[in-house]
């Protein structure tokens, strides 16, 4: 059958098509399916049978007249069906006299019960706008703007009321019986913050299809009534309707760009700068692709004007948690200012810092993670000169962030504070008391990653200040490495005498304890709530505490210490040689649950110790080690065995593999030479003793 096709001049697989697929009335009819996959599997046959010069005319003859019945019915699919041949039919027609009766039952099916029926409207009026333009925005503008009023208030359920005469007892009793009755969710003020404006969002993105189709003939109805309504969408409740706001005003850019925008770009761009605040991404998305459409349609010297309204949330979108939104605005920043975004920000310095400082007070904690990250960000690339007058400010905003009840939060601040001293040390002495405590506070938090920036910040700050810091660093780590050994062999993660709340699974509750210090009154457990700590346990993000979260334990105060003696390699290395005993000892623990979590942590950080002291020094202690990484190594746990095996490939390495198996013993040797874990020589070259044996 194919080779038939190809010899009548056609492609073999449309030759198939043609010839295999049901007939066009069969295919109409499967339009109207009950199941998804046989409507979209019509859509293709229909597409294929259009474009096969044999079954065209035949195809289009049946299209035409399908479209010209009613489109009234009972059955939402046949709504849906009728919908599907318009488009089909407009996709490869340009020109046909049936198109008004598409026209009509579009607006017929504006409001339809059936969200997926009003849906589809939005493709078949930017393909009618696409192909008559003027014409079909003066025919369909007006009603689709009507629609969008008449849904634009959400529909409220009746009120029960009572008359002004109604007895004080009766009326006491309705109140309590309207108090206590049961709600329904999904209908009255059980609703979902995006239910219950029918056809509001489909009545948009129709008008948004309109607007994309008719291009540049949509410019004359652009007045003032529709800009109106659209600035009233890009602040709607719903959030749907908001990014459709935002999408649309993307494409009206492209429509009036150049000097056509500047009539109300500026509007917009004021606008935009709540667009590209939101708390949703999505939102916040279609926020950035209507300021990079503004900004790239204007002309260069409308666009400085616009770039100080834009560009501290162009700027702090590019630490976004949302990779779209941070991908996105980090391509945006490169094109809209052409590598001089430090001249820009120079110049906007003040606006750019007080939006920093806006979001770093934010409901949402991700953004105030993010304003951490802006602020060390504007200190370590900025000129000096530049920042130092608004130093304070900085230090004041991350120094409150640094008393968040969420852990990322705390975490960016930590890192950002960190950065504040090593670039501005003598500026920053006088907060030194204050940020001394939180640093050392988070060297034993619950979180892993916590506690390895608060040692990585507080290298730098002995960076920053020597021996200063030292006086203060030092006496920490000789109190906090050895804890590990204080830790109780059986550890207890949830209060039996308190019930678990729905969701929290670890539950201890610190007792609150009198503090005279006011830089100490922050506790990991969440006692001193800031921001929007109070708010439901439900609408958690997962990094809040609010209260329930458990104990600090003893060996995560070895773990920070452990991170934190790594860190000060570049420094101070010579001041590691007292710490390397206790080390060793802690490195044998195993009677709690977590030792192999901290030895871990060991290994993992010790190559790094061993290659600041040098082969030399590091030899004197090595024996120390050997019995305690041989036995992570057969641990029978992974990530510890893997850290082990790592370590003892970086040792053999540095003294060769034939001086480290002189070291071994015959069962270390196997362990080693069995162990996946452990790498192979560098050199490539195997260890005699091991080929020995």
């Known amino acids: ?34 199941q998804h996959l046989d409507r979209e599997r019509a859509i293709l046959r229909l597409r294929a049978s259009l474009r096969d010069s044999g079954s065209v005319q035949t195809t289009v003859c049946a299209l035409q007249r399908h479209i010209s019945r009613k489109v009234l019915s009972t059955d939402w699919h046949q709504r849906l069906a009728w919908l599907s041949v318009a488009e089909i039919l407009l996709e490869y027609q340009q020109d046909f006299q049936e198109w008004r009766c598409i026209v009509a039952g579009c ?7 059936e969200v997926r029926v009003r849906e589809a409207i939005s493709n078949c009026t930017r393909l009618l706008a696409k192909q008559h333009g003027a014409q079909l925005v003066q025919s369909m503008q007006e009603p689709i703007l009507q629609s969008i009023e008449r849904n634009w208030e959400r529909a409220v359920a009746e009120a029960v009321t009572r008359a002004s005469d109604t007895p004080a007892g009766e009326l006491i009793e309705d109140v309590l019986s309207n108090s206590y009755q049961r709600r329904v969710p999904g209908s009255g003020d059980m609703r979902h913050g995006s239910e219950g404006w029918h056809a509001l969002e489909t009545s948009c993105k129709a008008l948004q299809g309109l607007i994309q189709g008719a291009g540049q003939a949509y410019q004359p109805y652009f007045d003032d009534p529709v800009q109106q309504r659209l600035w009233q969408c890009l602040y709607h409740p719903n959030r749907f309707i908001r990014e459709t706001g ?78 779209g939104v941070r991908l996105y605005s980090q391509d945006t920043w490169q094109q809209a200012l052409q590598g001089n975004g430090p001249l820009w920000l120079a110049r906007c310095l003040p606006q750019v810092l ?43 905003a ?23 001293v090593l670039t501005f040390p003598e500026q920053c002495r006088g907060q030194l008391p204050v940020l001394y405590p939180l640093w050392i506070r988070q060297l034993d938090d619950n979180v892993w990653s916590v506690r390895a920036h608060a040692a990585l910040a507080l290298a730098d700050v002995v960076r920053a200040y020597q021996q200063d810091a030292l006086d203060v660093v030092l006496p ?26 729905p969701g929290v699974v670890v539950v201890p509750i610190v007792t609150p304890q009198p503090h005279t210090d006011t830089t100490a009154l922050f506790q990991s457990s969440g006692l001193i709530r800031n921001k929007a700590a109070l708010t439901a346990i439900g609408d958690s993000c997962g990094c809040m505490e609010y209260g329930y979260t458990r104990r600090r334990q003893a060996w995560e105060a070895s773990d920070g210490a452990v991170y934190l003696l ?33 030895q871990e942590t060991i290994w993992k950080q010790l190559g790094g110790i061993m290659h600041a002291l040098g082969k030399r020094t590091f030899k004197q202690y090595l024996e120390l080690f050997i019995d305690p990484v041989f036995d992570s190594l ?9 850290a082990a095996g790592e370590f003892i490939g970086q040792v053999r390495d540095l003294l060769g593999p034939n001086i480290w198996a002189g070291r071994l013993t015959h069962e270390q040797q196997q362990a080693q030479a069995s162990s996946p874990h452990v790498p192979p020589p560098s050199g490539g070259a195997p260890s005699i003793l091991l080929c020995c044996t």
């Open 476 to 501: 920490h780590l000789r109190q906090a490495l050895p804890k590990a050994e204080q830790q109780p062999a059986s550890t207890t993660v949830q209060d039996p005498n308190r019930p678990t709340p």
């Open 246 to 323: 935002y999408e649309i005003c993307g494409d009206l850019c492209s429509i009036f760009a150049g000097q056509p925008l500047e009539t109300w770009g500026k509007d917009l761009a004021v606008k935009l700068q709540d667009g590209l605040s939101e708390n949703w991404s999505q939102v916040r998305l279609a926020a950035c692709h209507a300021a990079r459409a503004l900004l790239s349609s204007c002309t260069d010297s409308f666009r400085e004007q616009l770039l100080p309204l834009l560009l501290p949330q162009l700027c702090f979108n590019r630490w976004h948690e949302s990779d």
């Open 1 to 34: 059958m194919a080779v038939a096709g190809a010899r009548d001049g056609l492609k073999p697989a449309a030759r198939q098509v043609s010839a295999d697929a049901p007939s066009v009335e069969l295919l109409i009819r499967e339009l109207g399916g009950t």
């Open 398 to 420: 991350l120094v409150s962030a640094f008393r968040d009840d969420s852990w990322p939060v705390r975490d960016g601040a930590c890192l950002a504070t960190a950065s504040c």
């Open 107 to 113: 607006l017929q099916l504006l409001e339809d019960s």
């Open 354 to 396: 007080q939006y920093y400082e806006a979001q770093a007070r934010t409901n949402n904690n991700r953004g105030r993670e993010a304003a951490c990250h802006c602020m060390a960000e504007l200190v370590k690339k900025m000129q000096p000169d530049a920042i130092l007058p608004y130093l304070k400010r900085i230090l004041k």
């Open 566 to 598: 790594r860190h000060l390699t570049g420094v101070v290395p010579q001041q590691k040689l007292e710490f390397l005993p206790v080390l060793a000892r802690i490195a044998c623990l195993n009677h709690f649950p977590q030792a192999r979590n901290l």
């Open 634 to 642: 057969t641990s029978g746990q992974q990530t510890t065995a893997a």
